[in-house]
């Protein structure tokens, strides 16, 4: 704004400059020169301007006036005796006075008094001639008629005026109108240079009321008729035997003029620049004039100058602000406006955007602009983020397996038809789990993070790390994963008969068939291998962190398949096992790792118990107590009975028998589950050998089914367990064993 009102203020104080400057030029030119150096320009009160002059030298040839001082004011005379009234360059004009004829009578036929003196002296230069244009022989009288008798060149010519009037009233509704009735006037030739007046009557039959005739060429504007005129000799005294005429002037004796109004060298007599010639009107020769847009005298050297037109607004008219230029004037319609202010049309420009919409307009490109910048930013940081994570999402790519499918959101999407709700199959500490159908039919498991941080981003990476090295029968098998989105995605393959926890305690629609002692058996066994796997990997050692019956997924056929790693953390084979606690889920959760916050592969050990113990009490980690209702913790009650040795009433009825066989070996399993159980790692088992305790017990157990069972064989197999409690094992008991195999070979789909 400021620098916009400081070059307003600059153009303001230009103009001002521009338009004051010929101003002054313009007060100097009043007193301009109309003469040539040196000569004087006034006489009296008169401007005598070149080629006119007063002295010799000052004036051009023919051109020559006298100025007589002695009368007050002094009088500039032309000729011998005829005075002149003004002086005009611009017309080629001068008036002087001329005299008026008349002829008196004191009746009809006497006359008095009469004066006619030719008008002759103006031709002597032949640079006057009677204006044509500005003149009228004028004849006053009621009984007149006057001659003009005049030179033409080397002719002659003659004219007349006749004027009547029967009174004087007859006259007066003629209103000053030259017309006849009193008044007679004619307009004369051009060229004329000389005119005498002579009378035609011989008398005046008017003499009574109007005794004088009155005849004069004289300027035409200058002359009002009145009746005043007739009266006596009221018009001769009124105006002292003077009435003006207009003489054209012209420059006679130099050619004629060859280029109208333009400089032209060819003229000599036009001696000022920015002056031009043109032929005059009235007889031979040229007249010299300043050309449009200057002003002066043309006649002397620079006696042309520029008029500053917008010092007379009322003859170059401008609605605006006008600018004087040299031989013209410039007008600048005003703000908002535009057109030709010359002619007064300056008309609004029709406003596109008014300010407020311009405010407007601005301000909302300002915005757009700013929150394209910060969209921009904002589009660049996510990119790069996306870049950055794609580019770490490769590393892992190349660090997994090449058999591990690599999906696109686009499948994934499809698969799971967008996500919908009754797709869910789970829902974990990690995120969703769903399921979807892949192209080929195929039925997979798709685990979705919640959102994903730099923490939980590594550890779904570790997910993927582990499990693209895992490839064991007994654990979830995991078919790809999708990285493209910020929340990656892991698609397993789909185990379709649910948890072991659903199959022991409720929710499974299977929960209402028995679960042959066999099968719980071959679960444990194949969870039992699959944790043994993990952790004994060679290349790193796994721990699974959060073993727990809803953590083994149970296929068609109830096999067991170990799941959620989520927790898993790695370790290098050498070092201490020890790895910070991520988590645990209550009732599994190991005691000595409550203490120290760290967890190890005892603590899946611990945790693996608790499973055992679950699937030979089908009771939950934390139960509820059948008689009192209240909460209890199946690890420790669990220990309490088995060292009164009142486990059996624990035991899942379902599985209890008469059998002592059967009852062994769950004696034997609970005491394997115990042994886990121990509150220090260090007294526990490895998964190794819990694993293989399991497998000799499973083969027992399906030896009795085979009715082939040895005593000895019996013995000598309880008696590698470490356990020393074979003493106490009770005798099997073959009829219910029957029934339970019954059972496990009817084993729901
Ligand atoms: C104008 O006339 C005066 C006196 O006649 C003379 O002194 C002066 O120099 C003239 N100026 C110009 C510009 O001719
Ligand atoms: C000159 O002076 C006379 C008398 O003072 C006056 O009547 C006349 O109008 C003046 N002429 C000019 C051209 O000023
Ligand atoms: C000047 O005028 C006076 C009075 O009108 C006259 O007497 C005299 O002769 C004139 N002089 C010239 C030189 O015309
Ligand atoms: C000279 O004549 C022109 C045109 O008739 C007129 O506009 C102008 O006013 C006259 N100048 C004088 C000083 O009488
Ligand atoms: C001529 O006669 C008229 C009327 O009788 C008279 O008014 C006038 O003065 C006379 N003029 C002369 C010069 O005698
Ligand atoms: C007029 O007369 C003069 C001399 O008497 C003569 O030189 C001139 O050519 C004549 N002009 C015309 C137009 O007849
Ligand atoms: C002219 O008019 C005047 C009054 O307006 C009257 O007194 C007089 O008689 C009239 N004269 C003639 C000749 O009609
Ligand atoms: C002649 O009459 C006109 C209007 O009718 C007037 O403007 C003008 O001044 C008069 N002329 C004289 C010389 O009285
Ligand atoms: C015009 O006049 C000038 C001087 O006044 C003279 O030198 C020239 O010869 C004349 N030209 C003609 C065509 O008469
Ligand atoms: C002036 O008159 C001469 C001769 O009649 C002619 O040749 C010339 O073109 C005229 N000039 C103009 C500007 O009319
Ligand atoms: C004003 O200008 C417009 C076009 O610019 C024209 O149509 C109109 O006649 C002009 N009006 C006048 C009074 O000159």
């Excluded at 051109?63 to 500039?76: L, V, Y």
């Excluded at 090449?402 to 500490?429: C, P, S, Y």
């Excluded at 029968?473 to 929340?487: A, D, P």
């Excluded at 420790?636 to 060292?643: E, P, T």
């Amino acid at each position: 704004m400021a620098p916009m009102r400081r070059l307003q203020c600059f153009l303001f104080l230009t103009l001002t400059l521009i338009s004051l400057l010929p101003a002054a030029a313009l007060a100097a030119s009043t007193t301009f020169n109309m003469s040539l150096p040196g000569c004087p320009n006034k006489c009296g009160n008169i401007t005598i301007p070149y080629p006119f002059g007063t002295r010799p030298g000052c004036y051009r040839p023919g051109f020559d006036i006298t100025c007589n001082e002695s009368t007050t004011p002094a009088k500039a005379i032309m000729g011998t005796n005829i005075e002149v009234l003004d002086f005009n360059i611009t017309s080629a004009e001068i008036r002087v006075l001329n005299f008026i004829g008349y002829v008196c009578y004191n009746q009809n036929s006497q006359q008095n008094d009469t004066w006619s003196t030719p008008f002759s002296n103006i031709g002597e230069t032949k640079t006057y001639l009677f204006s044509h244009r500005r003149n009228k022989f004028t004849v006053i009288g009621c009984y007149s008629l006057a001659y003009i008798n005049g030179a033409q060149g080397n002719g002659s010519y003659s004219s007349g005026c006749a004027s009547f009037c029967q009174s004087l009233n007859s006259t007066t509704g003629n209103g000053g109108s030259c017309n006849g009735l009193g008044c007679c006037q004619t307009a004369i030739p051009a060229g004329l240079s000389y005119y005498e007046v002579s009378w035609g009557f011989n008398g005046n039959q008017a003499w009574s009321f109007n005794p004088c005739s009155y005849a004069a060429l004289m300027q035409e504007d200058w002359y009002n008729f009145t009746v005043d005129d007739l009266v006596g000799n009221g018009f001769y005294e009124r105006n002292q035997n003077n009435v003006p005429i207009v003489l054209d002037w012209a420059i006679r004796e130099n050619g004629t003029c060859l280029a109208s109004h333009v400089e032209s060298s060819a003229s000599p007599a036009c001696q000022s620049i920015h002056s031009g010639c043109d032929n005059t009107t009235n007889g031979d020769g040229y007249i010299c004039k300043c050309l449009q847009g200057y002003e002066g005298n043309p006649y002397v050297p620079n006696g042309c100058t520029d008029i500053n037109e917008c010092n007379i607004p009322n003859q170059y008219p401008c609605t605006g602000t006008c600018v004087n230029i040299e031989g013209n004037y410039e007008c600048l319609c005003p703000k908002g406006t535009r057109g030709d202010g010359k002619a007064g049309n300056c008309t609004k420009i029709p406003e596109n955007f008014p300010y407020p919409a311009k405010v407007a307009i601005g301000c909302i490109l300002g915005v757009a602009v700013l929150v394209g910048i910060c969209f921009l930013a904002i589009w660049h940081k996510q990119r790069r983020r996306y870049i950055k994570e794609k580019d770490e999402y490769k590393k892992y790519y190349e660090m997994m397996d090449n058999h591990l499918r690599v999906f696109g959101t686009k499948q994934i999407e499809i698969a799971t038809n967008n996500f919908d709700e009754n797709h869910i199959i789970g829902v974990g500490g990690h995120g969703k789990v769903y399921k979807g159908l892949l192209e080929n039919n195929m039925a997979v498991a798709i685990k979705k993070s919640k959102e994903i941080d730099e923490v939980q981003r590594g550890e779904f990476v570790n997910e993927i790390i582990l499990l693209s090295h895992i490839n064991h029968k007994n654990i979830v098998r995991l078919i790809g994963c999708c990285l493209e989105v910020q929340i990656p995605m892991l698609v397993y393959e789909y185990v379709p008969n649910g948890t072991l926890f659903d199959l022991l305690h409720g929710k499974s629609k299977n929960r209402n068939r028995p679960i042959s002692l066999g099968t719980r058996l071959r679960i444990a066994v194949e969870s039992a291998e699959a944790l043994d796997y993990l952790h004994s990997s060679i290349t790193h050692s796994i721990l699974h962190g959060d073993v727990k019956s809803a953590n083994i997924l149970l296929d068609d056929e109830y096999h067991a398949k170990v799941s959620d790693f989520g927790a898993s953390n790695l370790l290098p084979v050498d070092d201490a096992q020890i790895v910070e606690l991520v988590q645990g889920t209550r009732g599994y959760l190991d005691p000595e790792c409550l203490c120290t916050q760290i967890i190890t592969k005892k603590s899946d050990v611990y945790s693996f118990g608790v499973v055992i113990l679950e699937l030979i009490t089908r009771k939950k980690a934390i139960y509820a107590d059948n008689e009192t209702g209240e909460k209890k913790h199946l690890a420790s009650c669990f220990i309490s009975r088995l060292s009164k040795n009142k486990i059996h009433d624990m035991w899942d009825v379902e599985i209890v028998t008469n059998d002592e066989k059967v009852n062994l070996v769950l004696q034997e399993i609970s005491e394997l589950a115990v042994q886990c159980l121990s509150v220090r790692g260090d007294d526990r088992p490895t998964m190794k050998q819990v694993a293989e305790e399991l497998q000799k017990l499973l083969r027992f157990h399906t030896s009795l089914s085979s009715w082939q069972i040895d005593p000895e064989e019996t013995d000598s197999l309880l008696s590698e367990t470490k356990f020393d409690s074979v003493s106490d094992t009770p005798a099997f008991h073959s009829t219910n064993y029957m029934k339970v195999l019954e059972i496990d070979t009817e084993a729901p789909r």
